[in-house]
């Protein structure tokens, strides 16, 4: 177990790793910051030093990227235009008018996802550095300042990490009634359920495990050593 006087010395060296271009595994970081999860005395004392370096390290890892005052109009404008391709599609042939509403379809739910994450985490107190492109395959997402992230109580910090999942969730259920309003394709409509089920159970099967309620679990487990 880590102890007080050992996390100086873990985030020196997480601190040299980043300077010299090495990433921050093996140095004790994600130990240290385990601890300050479920220590809000220590969060307070160690977040900003952790905040830096971790930011420096998305910085060399993550080239794709922009301040989230920019990022966040962008992922604003992605959600107009979902919508607006989405009326589009309405008034086109069968065929085109499924390319099209397909293209809008994932383009809101993307951006919708990185929002959802962005405004609950405001609400929770939660600060954001960035807009990002990254992973495999790419997808936008933003980053969290930590040193406000580890002040937040472990609860705000699950609410954030639930709400992109969420939002992906609800929207595809959300836009069946639309398909009927504009007299679009009924197929489109089955298609929507269809990919909303998926991501229920996949969610259920597998994000439990390694994505954004994997980290819901982290949270509220964080609370309850409180």
């Known amino acids: 177990m880590t102890t007080e006087p050992d996390f100086d010395a873990a985030l020196a060296r997480a601190d040299a ?4 271009g090495r990433t921050l595994n093996g140095t004790g970081f994600w130990p240290v910051v385990a601890r300050l999860r479920a220590n809000s005395v220590l969060a307070v004392r160690y977040g900003e030093r952790v905040a830096d370096i971790d930011r420096r ?3 060399r890892a993550v080239r794709v990227r ?9 992922l604003v404008a992605g959600t107009a235009a979902g919508v607006l391709g989405l009326v589009v599609a309405a008034g086109l042939g069968d065929v085109l008018q499924a390319i099209v509403f397909g293209i809008a379809f994932v383009l ?5 996802h990185s929002l959802g994450h962005y405004v609950v985490g405001r609400l929770a107190g939660i600060r954001f550095t960035h807009a990002f492109v990254a992973g495999r395959p790419p997808e936008p997402g933003v980053k969290i300042d930590y040193a406000s992230y580890l002040r937040a109580t472990p609860r705000r910090r699950a609410a954030m990490h639930a709400s992109g999942a969420l ?16 007299h679009a394709w009924p197929g489109l409509a089955w298609i929507l359920i269809a990919f909303g089920a998926i991501g229920i159970f996949t969610d259920v099967a597998f994000s439990t495990k390694t994505s954004d309620w994997m980290r819901v679990k982290r949270e509220l487990r964080a609370g309850r050593s409180l």
């Open 57 to 59: 390290a998305f910085e």
């Open 66 to 74: 922009v301040r989230i005052g920019v990022g966040v109009p962008l």
């Open 17 to 20: 790793a980043v300077r010299e």
């Open 167 to 182: 939002v992906t969730k609800i929207v595809p259920f959300a836009l069946v009634p639309m398909v009927f309003a504009v």
């Open 108 to 112: 809101l739910v993307v951006s919708t």
